[in-house]
């Protein structure tokens, strides 16, 4: 909390918060999305019937029908059309409010569609960012907060965008930030990190059974470079009083740095993501509210950061004059993500109910760091960090979900550790697991051509190109002088005016809390 005080500078004259901003309203569905069907049917790899590969996506041509280039499927068993409950009553569950104790093995198909559709938010952020080093726009989001679903094919997931997240590149992660070679730049400081959206479409929040605040976390562009950057030293997360709760370095500074020389960045991402939530849940106060948090890689880390924070701001507290009236559930959405912080840091999350799903494939690198010698597994853990002060410890946070690659028939044997660690990947296997020891079988029917967007790794008789998705003309359009030029980005907008006052609010509920706690 000190390190939010230091930041501020408060103005008591500020107005109160004005309701959300204008251009907030398209309507989406992640699960009504026409273009990313597969099939009719789920695949398994033990064939009753087959069906020519050259129906699986648009992208695949059309092969000869020889056995080695046809996809085959399984019906699904009659035990697993079982109805379940609607999820609008179980909610909570699916949340986490029980560890997913008895949801996981056997995968619940309500938490399999949850768990992707959670990763697609993750996902936009990354086919929304501008990584083109030669654009003078790079290290920013293509589109406009208004437009940004609607552009990537998400127009029917029921949320908006409320705000744009940004932090400072002058942080020691070098590779984690994307930089312009070009002297003209929307941004010498800036770089895109992620959004706050918010569920607008009433038949959405009846489905879900609850008004849903997502923010989601941009990762890396590129695999393993910035992993180098961490230096595996631990620094007090400062956001309550407990000195010993401690997170890795560059999250913190990521996090938690600022730049008063850019206007993106004269705020911390911290305080963009505090000041946005205390926005919306004073906004919706009176409702059913969640809050749900996504990331992939570095982005996991950040979004387990941003859970711990909003936590133990008790901005999920919901106060009626003196009494507690509700606790807004916080679950975190964790795709291939590294250790964060200590077991001191592990311990705290779980004693504020932080629910973290930590989704993995057992054979990516990057959640085995930091902590390679001191972690979660080892024995003997809480004693080398308490009795030692051992400064290299680590603990995962929350429920581990471990897939394997290995086990899907569409893909391929790689040494290419970016494979392992891509997210689409990553979705693919959640949508083909249905428990330890069972048969993989795809049940949502995502097109696997989206596991070769950015990567190559699937089999080549599916006739899916690598690294298949790209912007036309790498953004370049023709004018009406018939030149083929860079069209003007209308200018993004930096941070809505109310910024400090709702820090200054955020300030004077801890305060509040404080006193009655």
Known sequence: MDSLLLSLNINPKSSNPPP???GLLPRYNLNKSKNLLLLNKPFSPKPRTSINCSSVSSLT??????????LVFEE???EEKEEEEPLCEIWKEIQGCNDWEGLLDPM????????IRYGEFAQACYDSFDFDPHSKYCGTCKY?????????????????????????SNINLPNFFQKAKMSSVWSTHANWMGCVAVTTDE???????RRDIVIAWRGTVTYLEWISDLKDILHPANFGDDPTIKIESGFHDLYTKKEDACKYCSYSAREQVLAEIKRLTDYYRGEEISITITGHSLGAALAILSAYDIAEMRLNVVRDGECVTNKIPIT???FAGPRVGNLKFKERCDELGVKVLRVINVQDKVPNVPGIIANEKFQFQKYVEDAMSFPWSYAHVGVELALDHTHSPFLKPTNDMGCAHNLEAHLHLVDGYHGKGRRFCLVNKRDIALVNKCCDFLKTEYGVPPCWRQ???KGMVRNSDGRWVLPERPRLEAHPPDTAHLLEQVLKQIARSNNVG
């Open 332 to 334: 975190v959405y964790s």
């Open 61 to 70: 041509p059309q092969l000869d029908k020889s056995p080695a280039q046809t």
């Open 144 to 168: 406009q907060g208004a437009h940004f679903f609607e552009k990537l094919d998400m127009g029917n997931c029921g949320y908006n965008i409320s705000r744009y997240l940004y932090a400072t």
């Open 76 to 78: 699904e068993k009659e």
């Open 108 to 115: 619940n198909s309500h938490l399999r569609n949850e768990i």
């Open 203 to 209: 038949e959405e929040v009846k489905r879900l059974g």
């Open 20 to 22: 959300l901003s204008q």
């Open 471 to 473: 912007d036309e003309n």
